[in-house]
């Protein structure tokens, strides 16, 4: 994981007050080519991105410290049963950034 990241996510716990429960980190590139529609190079292969377990009013906490703290993406899956939902937050700036979307 990149270290800036890493801090970057470290205050976005911090400023939620509570812990924050990951449910993908890093991948390698051939894992995420398996798992993803990004491929071999997606955001999780860089270190800069993670998917973050969270639902409902909790999930609304997240994307609003998110923005405070301009994080680059964010993805947003909230549909379906609550312990699949997550929030995908990275720090990508090459490209056209930053980039909201739905899943």
């Not at 270190?47 to 997240?62: F, L, M």
């Given at each position: 994981?990149?270290?800036?990241?890493?801090?970057?996510?470290?205050?976005?716990?911090?400023?939620?007050?509570?812990?924050?429960?990951?449910?993908?980190?890093?991948?390698?590139?051939?894992?995420?080519?398996?798992?993803?529609?990004?491929?071999?190079?997606?955001?999780?292969t860089?270190?800069?991105?993670?998917?973050?377990?969270?639902?409902?009013?909790?999930?609304?906490?997240?994307?609003?410290l998110?923005?405070?703290?301009?994080?680059?993406?964010v993805?947003?899956?909230?549909?379906?049963?609550?312990?699949?939902?997550?929030?995908?937050?990275?720090?990508?700036?090459?490209?056209?950034?930053?980039?909201?979307?739905?899943?």
């Amino acid at each position: 994981m990149d270290e800036k990241f890493m801090m970057r996510l470290d205050a976005l716990r911090y400023r939620y007050n509570s812990p924050i429960t990951l449910s993908s980190a890093y991948r390698c590139p051939k894992h995420n080519n398996a798992v993803s529609s990004t491929g071999l190079a997606g955001p999780h292969t860089t270190g800069k991105a993670v998917d973050i377990s969270v639902s409902g009013r909790e999930a609304h906490k997240i994307l609003e410290l998110m923005y405070e703290l301009n994080f680059q993406g964010v993805g947003v899956s909230q549909k379906g049963a609550h312990k699949s939902r997550f929030i995908h937050a990275d720090d990508i700036t090459e490209g056209n950034r930053p980039w909201v979307w739905t899943y």
